[in-house]
Structure formats: structure tokens, C-alpha cells
Antibody, heavy 120, light 106 residues
Framework: QVQLQESGPGLVKPSETLSLTCTVSGGSISSYYWSWIRQPPGKGLQWIGYMYYSGSTNYNPSLKSRVTISEDTSKNQFSLNLSSVTAADTAVYYC??????????????WGQGTLVTVSS | EIVMTQSPATLSVSPGERATLSCRASQSVSSNLAWYQQKPGQAPRLLIYGASTRATGIPARFSGSGSGTEFTLTISSLQSEDFAVYYCQQYNNWPTFGPGTKVDIK
């Protein structure tokens, strides 16, 4: 059974870069599509983007200018960088895997989520 | 961006009763629609994809229907573990989620 675990700082200062890592166990990131999704406290979900091990990425157009998703296949991890953060970026950040080994657009496996607060 | 709306915002149901949740897309998404269940402090769980296909391990009391812009999630007989927030999500374009429907105990 594949498991995902997010890690990274819980507090980031405004204008800085938010960096998170998702460690995958029970499966390889060299298949399937791997996404980041966030949820502001008490609010709904927003897809941030995905990566595929070939180096292919796709981002939410509203965040595209600030987002980079990358992989480290040697560690079976993938990462999120979100630059120039503001308080509006405060959210629980989830990493997730596509249900099938192609871009099906829905998410069958999720990490437990990690809260990132943007504050000085 | 395809905007998803859900109704009602809150649905109060007694255990054993039927619950019907609605989801609407701002433009046609064909059958590219998924439903998730989220309990407090937990990640969402995929219930339905392709508008009507249950994900692995999802009980038969959950069913989805619809196409185009109008979709429905039905829980035929609510169990105690079904009280949660339910989100719809389209993936006809880059993924977007609805605001959720909270199903609570009447």
C-alpha cells in the first residue's frame, strides 16, 4: 500500500519561499502522477500542480508564476516550492497520487497533510 | 477556470436515511467528475470517479450520477461513519473542487 508523508517548515515569513517535501513509501515515484493540493483552514481544496517522473509538470494557472514541483528519484521524494508567499498561502498542504498510472485527474492516495502558516 | 458549486452547504440527515448531494459545473465537464469524503483532521478520500464509478473499497451505498454540468452523490442509508464533508471535483480541465457539503446528524 503506497503511503505519502509531507514534511517541511510549519512557519514561513511573507515574501519568502515555502518548501515542502513528500516522501513516498510502498511504491516508486517513477510511475503515476504526483500532485500538491492545498486547503486553507476551514475552506475548500485547491490543486497546485503535478509532476511526472519524466520531468513533465503542469501547474494551476493561478499559481504557475510562483510554483515549482520537482523530483528526487534517488530518495523517492518530490517537492513543492512556492515563492513570494503571503498570508493567503496559509493552508494545509497535501501531496497526492493519481489513481491510475496516467493523468486521470483525480487523486487516489493522499498524505496526511501539513499546516503551513505564513506570518512574520 | 471551471467553477464548481455544491448544494446544500449543510445537509442534516438521520442515520439510516438517504442523503442526496448536488454538484454543478459552470460549463460541461462531460463525465470527468469525482467525489471525495473528508472527515475532520483527515485527508480527503476518493469515493467516485467518472461521475459514477466507485473507487476500490467504497461501499455500494455510495452512488454517483450525472453528466455535463449536473451531478449527484447519493448515500442510500447513512451510517455513523458517513457524517463528513463531501467535495466534488472536475478534471475535464485542470482540476477544480467545489466548496463542499457538510453532512451532519439530524
Amino acid at each position: 500500500q503506497v503511503q505519502l508523508q509531507e514534511s517541511g517548515p510549519g512557519l514561513v515569513k511573507p515574501s519568502e519561499t515555502l518548501s515542502l517535501t513528500c516522501t513516498v513509501s510502498g511504491g516508486s515515484i517513477s510511475s503515476y502522477y504526483w500532485s500538491w493540493i492545498r486547503q486553507p483552514p476551514g475552506k475548500g481544496l485547491q490543486w497546485i500542480g503535478y509532476m511526472y517522473y519524466s520531468g513533465s509538470t503542469n501547474y494551476n494557472p493561478s499559481l504557475k508564476s510562483r510554483v515549482t514541483i520537482s523530483e528526487d528519484t534517488s530518495k523517492n521524494q518530490f517537492s513543492l516550492n512556492l515563492s513570494s508567499v503571503t498570508a493567503a498561502d496559509t493552508a494545509v498542504y497535501y501531496c497526492a497520487r493519481s489513481y491510475y498510472d496516467f493523468w486521470s485527474g483525480y487523486f487516489g492516495y493522499w498524505g496526511q497533510g501539513t499546516l503551513v502558516t505564513v506570518s512574520s | 477556470e471551471i467553477v464548481m458549486t455544491q448544494s446544500p452547504a449543510t445537509l442534516s440527515v438521520s442515520p439510516g436515511e438517504r442523503a442526496t448531494l448536488s454538484c454543478r459545473a459552470s460549463q460541461s465537464v462531460s463525465s470527468n467528475l469525482a467525489w471525495y469524503q473528508q472527515k475532520p483532521g483527515q485527508a480527503p478520500r476518493l469515493l467516485i470517479y467518472g461521475a459514477s464509478t466507485r473507487a476500490t473499497g467504497i461501499p455500494a451505498r455510495f452512488s454517483g450520477s450525472g453528466s455535463g454540468t449536473e451531478f449527484t452523490l447519493t448515500i442510500s442509508s447513512l451510517q455513523s461513519e458517513d457524517f463528513a464533508v463531501y467535495y466534488c471535483q472536475q478534471y475535464n480541465n485542470w482540476p477544480t473542487f467545489g466548496p463542499g457539503t457538510k453532512v451532519d446528524i439530524k
